[in-house]
């Protein structure tokens, strides 16, 4: 009881951090229809980035994550108007191909420069008991962030000038465009938050499991799983579905081999889009 | 003085030419109207003037500067506002932040308060609803609120797309009172409609548009007592 206990917090905990990959997911597709295929890569980056600042420059990993942050941003508004400007009007094929050869550069360049040998951020806060339940304040840690960026990135949305034009071009981009919104500009910081969370959310996992610069791969899977969950474009619906999927990550292996997860998550995953393909909590559709 | 001016201009969509060179231009201070059947290129003109399409040939003229080839969203911050047809709302949005989206442009930002107030008054349902998302407003509320969305640009030239479009008459009436009252108050309108009978009767000067060319313009009254256009628009 207590084990099963231990692994609902610890996948809760992890769930945050799903949540908040996922979001950069969510965040693009809910504003310009773009499915990212680089999200993946982009995530590996965020996790070699604090690697490199941790071990080579001896930075906080925490501290290290602000710099991921902005790298992230920037590296999207690049990747924006290199790959996905161009193709932006034209048939989903067209930009999922083009955020694709992004990934494949990602990838590629990672490779040769970081080889596909695994690395791990050697920096543990220790550990928390609760009880018989014994988690590690990374986690914690980790969750705490993501949660308080989420909250953050909702404020940002609801409540600042460039967040408020973000809303109306994801909701109408003609009509912005019509009221002096440069929607062209909001589109490529729009990319840009999607990528930063992207990275973000990679540098935390770094804090937690070893990786290797093709594990963003994975969390870009369970990103679309989750977005399917919660309902594309919609940021808190990617949280919540951070969440069951965390969840159920803690518990599948405590009664079945933890190689069936996958498995269990795409059964979902399809079950989702057969049965309720606008997500389970609704999203919006414009 | 032409505050603005469209010269010779043609356009289209892809292979499809709609305009035929046409030319039209708006006095500052003045309520003009274009009228014309469906698919007399009304609407394409307007794109044409907003830079949604660019022109093929021929040019757009605002306040002596040529601004054919400027983004949409570079006329809108210089006071060239167009209320769509269609209302193109923000439909996730709340009416106050489809209000505030209208005061994007940096000309309308120092005035948001004084032009809420302003809209408000105008539009008192606007004011009931003010926390409803717009979405799920009437059509005729929601026709106010694309017009008022458009009065927070802190318009120069204001152009409005088929105000009359699938609403009661009454409604109809009650917001070409209330263009009647921002022409009193100065503001430079283009009204584009189907609804010839009440764009001439409101309007100062009005152009007619048959298949893409300005097919006969003069002051509104004298158009509406013509001959041609009585019986091709008018039905009498």
């Known amino acids: 009881m207590d084990f099963l206990l231990t692994s609902i917090l610890d996948g809760l905990l992890l769930g945050f951090v799903y949540g908040l990959a996922a979001m950069g997911l969510t965040l693009i597709w809910g504003v310009m229809n773009v499915i990212n295929l680089s999200h993946g890569p982009i995530i590996s980056l965020g996790m070699f980035g604090v690697y490199l600042l941790f071990s080579g420059l001896g930075i906080n990993p925490y501290v290290a994550l602000i710099f991921v942050a902005i790298f992230g941003l920037l590296l999207g508004i690049v990747i924006y108007f290199v790959a996905v400007n161009r193709v932006i009007n034209a048939p989903h094929l067209s930009t999922l191909l083009a955020t694709f050869s992004v990934a494949m550069i990602i990838t590629g360049l990672g490779t040769a420069v970081f080889s596909a040998s695994p690395r791990n951020v050697d920096y543990s806060l220790g550990s928390f008991t609760l009880g018989s339940a014994t988690i590690p304040i990374n986690r914690i840690v980790a969750a705490a962030l993501s949660m308080l960026i989420t909250a953050g990135l909702y404020i940002y949305l609801r409540r600042t000038r460039s967040g408020r034009y973000i809303r109306a071009v994801a909701n109408n981009r003609n009509a912005a465009e019509l009221m002096g919104v440069p929607s062209v500009r909001i589109l490529a910081l729009s990319f ?4 930063m969370l992207a990275t973000v959310a990679g540098g935390l996992i770094a804090t937690l499991f070893p990786f290797t610069i093709l594990a963003g791969g ?14 594309l474009g919609n940021p808190v619906g990617a949280l919540l579905g951070g969440l069951i999927l965390g969840v159920l990550e803690g518990i599948i292996p405590t009664f079945m081999p933890a190689t069936w997860v996958p498995v269990i998550e795409f059964i979902l995953f399809v079950l989702i889009l057969m049965v309720r393909p606008q997500g389970l909590f609704g999203a919006k559709k414009s | 003085m032409a505050i603005l001016e469209i010269r010779d201009v043609t356009s289209g969509y892809g292979e499809v030419q709609i305009l035929w060179g046409t030319s039209l231009s708006m006095e500052e201070g003045r309520l003009t109207s274009l009228v014309g059947a469906n698919g007399a290129g009304k609407t394409t003109l307007l794109r044409t003037v907003m830079g949604s399409i660019k022109p093929w040939q021929g040019s757009v003229w605002f306040n002596g500067q040529d601004i054919s080839h400027l983004p949409t969203h570079a006329k809108a911050e210089m006071g060239v506002v167009l209320v769509p047809e269609g209302r193109q ?25 004084r032009n809420l107030e302003r809209v408000y008054e105008m539009f008192p349902r606007l004011k009931e609803r003010r926390a409803q998302k717009s979405g799920t407003m009437s059509g005729g509320e929601q026709q106010m609120l694309a017009v008022a969305r458009g009065i927070m640009a802190e318009p120069i030239v204001l152009m409005i797309d088929e105000l009359s479009l699938g609403l009661a008459p009454v409604l109809v009436l009650d917001l070409f009172q209330s263009l009647k009252k921002l022409k009193d108050a100065g503001l430079t309108m283009m009204l584009v409609e189907q609804n010839v009978q009440m764009a001439l009767a409101i309007s100062d000067y009005g152009y007619v ?20 256009v009585r019986s091709a628009y008018l039905g009498h």
């Open chain 1, 192 to 195: 840009g938050i999607g990528t």
């Open chain 1, 218 to 231: 994975t969390y870009e899977l369970k990103s679309f799983v989750i977005g399917v969950l919660g309902g």
């Open chain 2, 89 to 113: 709302l923000f439909t996730d949005m709340s009416v106050e932040e489809n209000l505030e989206m209208g005061a994007s442009p940096k000309r309308a930002r120092a005035h948001v308060a």
């Open chain 2, 209 to 228: 548009l048959a298949q893409g060319r300005v097919e006969i313009d003069g002051p509104s009254r004298e158009l509406a007592e013509n001959e041609h």
